[in-house]
């Protein structure tokens, strides 16, 4: 058994534990991709996609709970979504609010840890400070819904680096103590295990910049099913399909 297989509770699939014992990913990534496009076919605002994207994020949040997955990781808005049209950019900071004032005793009655990865500081600064607070009242719990938010793997790859450099300015660190563990130690959210399952929903099949430095060893699953509808049935496809994956991380078998 692989070290980190041990670790995180997971156990090699092979014939006889798949039968006792379904490998469940301990952290879970999400593209919710194709709200715009459920909402065109509807005749409906691109909104009315994102709304009922968050009704999709709330059911696969349960889900997860009766599967163990530990942490759920939602790509909500890139760093590149700012380049939407206004009315969009804002509506979606609104679902945002909306959903951290509306969902925040829900995540505190069920222990979930909520926190947001990104640059918080784009961000509008009430909503700003809704996240800081409902991320400081749940900061103890075990179970994480972790929202990215203004978020890009490679703005976050650059911000590690210019905290590191600005480290090494002031004589903290050398150039020599810059290896794998001090770069991914200053990641948004560095005691997070990397994902070790990414779905993505709609039909695409890209990265799209999210998680790129945690996602190194990821598994990777891909549905036609556009979020808003992405069912227990794809859910349960999706695991179902990473637990038969053979994760061996770049060694032997
Ligand atoms: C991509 O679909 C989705 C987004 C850019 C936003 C995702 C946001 C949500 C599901 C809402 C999450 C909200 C909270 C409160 C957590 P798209 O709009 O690019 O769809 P398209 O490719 O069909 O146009």
């Keep these: 058994m692989a070290k980190e297989d041990d670790i995180r509770g997971n156990v090699p699939v092979n014939a006889e534990n798949l039968a006792v014992r379904p490998v469940a990913p301990v952290h879970l990534a ?28 709330e059911r696969v949040l349960e889900w997860c709970k009766d599967a163990g997955v530990k942490v759920l990781t939602v790509y909500a808005f890139s ?31 069920e222990r ?3 926190r947001v990865i990104g640059r918080i500081d784009d961000l509008p600064p009430e909503l700003a400070a809704d996240i800081a607070k409902l991320e400081k009242e749940t900061a103890s719990f075990e179970r994480q819904l972790v929202l990215a938010v203004s978020y890009g793997g490679r703005a976050e790859i650059a911000d590690a680096a210019r905290r590191i450099a600005a480290d090494a300015a002031a004589g903290k660190i050398r150039p020599d103590d810059v290896d794998e563990a001090l770069v991914g130690s200053r990641l ?6 990397d994902p070790d399952l990414i779905i993505r929903t709609s039909g695409e099949q890209r990265i799209s910049n999210f998680l790129l430095w945690e996602c190194a060893y990821s598994e990777f699953y891909f549905t036609d099913a556009l979020w808003p509808d992405f069912s227990r049935e794809d859910f349960d496809a999706a695991l179902a399909s990473y637990a038969t994956r053979d994760r061996r991380r770049g060694g032997h078998a």
């Excluded at 900071?93 to 995540?107: A, C, H, Q, V, Y």
């Excluded at 948004?188 to 295990?193: I, K, V």
């Design 30 to 57: 999400v593209i919710m991709d194709g709200n715009g496009r459920w909402a065109i076919a509807r005749g409906r605002k691109r909104l009315a996609g994102h709304r009922a994207g968050v009704d999709a994020l």
């Design 79 to 109: 760093t590149e979504n700012w380049k939407r049209p206004k009315d969009e950019v804002s509506g979606l900071m609104k679902l945002f609010s909306t959903f951290i004032r509306m969902k925040s005793r829900k995540l505190v009655h």
């Design 112 to 114: 979930i840890r909520f």
């Design 188 to 193: 948004y959210a560095p005691d997070l295990p």
